[in-house]
């Protein structure tokens, strides 16, 4: 008897199911090059850039190594709770090797009950995508030596607002307990909300959160590596940036002029009046929103004349371009057109955040 040859108009409308085909039934080799087309995928298979996190590998670190409690340090990553130090830490490499880089934070308070943890929030813009869509978190945690308490996944809402997901009406999606898995050695942690992410969202972030603990042992501490939120509900493998693409989305939050040992320029200044500067300065990127501007070190204006500007100010300040305002000096010479520069000092810095 011949044998009829099978083919798709024979087989019924969804007789082939998953249950039918053996484990590792179907591999690579049996797959015909070109055999599975993009219109073969479903409209939920991500594709392009999946990671909505800003600096999710924690390799850009402007304002500093190191800090404390109730602040950015790691350029997107806030730090908040009680008490903890929040520091820069070599990633291990050997694991992954997607960066130079770790987060460390670590609880360094006695008092009972307490907590430790970072923070990043997306702008609307960003978090739109979600609306009406499952996400899923993922990223790599390892725990000190003395690490005591509790430490959970979390990823949050706001519909109220555009602001951080820690204050106003904030809707928490899920909360994931991997105090029990956790150990010294770095391991990948997922979790991913039950239902979809309202349509009306202002914006979504995720927090990592060391509750429960005390005690000031320098090893109470958890750190962290490759942080991924994703549409979906499946964690897909860490998706890395270029180092310049992943330092300018960072400078949309914040930025710093300065704190290096040479003269440079910041901005040509006009009406240069007796102890007053003022000038436009574009920034370098399109921030968020209107900067918040704070000033160290000493300041000058090429060509000698002495050191003016130890009140910096903003008019007419847009998320584009800016109008400084330095008062309060001495010297200079009324309607002289000016190039302001810091001294030559580390320290000196102009600081522009953006941030929530």
Known sequence: MAIRKVVSRSIATDAVTTAKVAADAITNAKIANDAIQVENFAGTVPFGRRNALINGDFQEWQRGTTGTVNQYVCDRWYGWGNQLNQSQQQAENATHNSGRFALRIAHNDSTSSTFSSIAQTLE?????QFRGKKATFSIDVKKGSAFTGSLTLQIVTRTDDEGTINTGTRQVLVTEDITSSLTTSLQRFTCTTSSVCAQNIRTIGVNVNHTGTSGTDANNFFQVERAQLEIGEHATAFETQSAH???????????????????????????????????????????????????????????????????????????????LGFSNGSGGTSGRAATLRWANNINASLQFSAEF
């Open 124 to 128: 609307t813009k960003d978090a739109a």
């Open 245 to 323: 693409d992943n330092l300018q989305a960072c400078k949309r939050y914040y930025y710093k002029l300065g704190g290096d040992t040479a003269y440079q320029t910041v901005n040509t200044v006009v009406n240069f009046t007796t102890g007053t500067m003022l000038g436009f300065y574009a920034h370098p990127v399109q921030m968020r929103t209107a900067a918040n501007i704070s000033k160290t070190g000493n300041w000058s204006v090429l060509g000698g004349d002495t050191v003016v500007g130890q009140t910096v100010s903003a008019d007419q300040n847009g998320p584009k371009t800016i109008q």
